[in-house]
């Protein structure tokens, strides 16, 4: 079956801009998260949802927002983009939320780079 | 969240069985133990995950002792391929890991050579 899809794979752009990553999760899986991973910070949690609801949120500014559809995708938009923000950003997708042995499927990310 | 302790990094050879241990002191009873493995500009993957004793699958076992504070990830005959990072996760299961969500430490990078 068909993993996690992040698009794009690679953008550029320029400070003070916004930007909107998209996700689609695998097939029936309901929960999408979003992580950050940079270097000096390594990978740090952003946010989860689950049947279009923010289910939480890890520690960042509110210029970091997200929502996801009823078909379970996943968009992610940062506004005011800082050159801190260049980033390589990672969407998973679980099938359930509260489950024992819960898997998560990550995609391969959309690098940011803000110039 | 359980805070977990793993080498930095480790070298190994082609053949050679691989041993990553992850301390996590503070485990609590619902946690379960859960090890990622990620490639430069990839997202992790799942290796394997488990509670008490030990887990087996088609690329890695875990073994966890009684006390639960400690797990080692066991690679069986490493290859070049295998250089990755591993991450040891403690968590309750759920997709976001509650309100921290997954937690990733640092991992290990482990660098296989020929």
């Known amino acids: 079956k068909a993993g996690v899809t992040q698009t794009p794979r690679y953008l550029i752009k320029t400070r003070g801009q916004q930007v909107t990553l998209s996700c689609s999760p695998i097939?029936?899986?309901?929960?999408v998260s979003w992580y950050q991973q940079t270097p000096g910070q390594g990978l740090q949690f952003l946010f989860e949802?689950?049947?279009?609801?923010?289910?939480n949120k890890g520690n960042f500014p509110g210029r970091f927002s997200g929502r996801q559809f009823s078909n379970s995708r996943s968009e992610m938009n940062v506004s005011t983009l800082e050159l801190g923000d260049s980033a390589l950003y990672l969407c998973?997708?679980?099938?359930?939320?509260?489950?024992?042995?819960?898997?998560?499927?990550f995609g391969q990310g959309t690098r940011l780079t803000v110039v | 969240l359980a805070k977990t302790t793993q080498p930095i990094s480790m070298d190994s050879y082609e053949g050679q069985e691989v041993n990553i241990t992850c301390s996590h002191n503070?485990?609590?009873?619902?946690?379960?133990i859960t090890w990622y493995q990620q490639f430069p500009s990839q997202g992790p993957r799942f290796i394997i995950q488990?509670?008490?004793t030990k887990v087996t699958n088609e690329v890695a076992s875990l073994f966890i002792p009684a006390d639960r504070k400690s797990s080692t990830l066991s690679l069986p005959r490493v290859s070049l391929s295998d250089t990755a990072v591993y991450y040891c996760?403690?968590?309750?299961?759920?997709?976001?890991?509650?309100?921290?969500?997954?937690?990733f430490g640092k991992g290990t990078h482990l660098i296989i050579q020929p």
């Open positions: 998973a997708s679980s099938l359930a939320r509260g489950t024992g042995l819960t898997e998560a499927f």
């Open positions: 097939s029936g899986h309901r929960s």
């Open positions: 949802y689950f049947s279009e609801t923010q289910r």
């Open positions: 503070n485990i609590a009873t619902n946690d379960y």
């Open positions: 488990g509670y008490k």
């Open positions: 996760l403690v968590g309750d299961g759920y997709s976001g890991g509650g309100a921290d969500g997954l937690t």
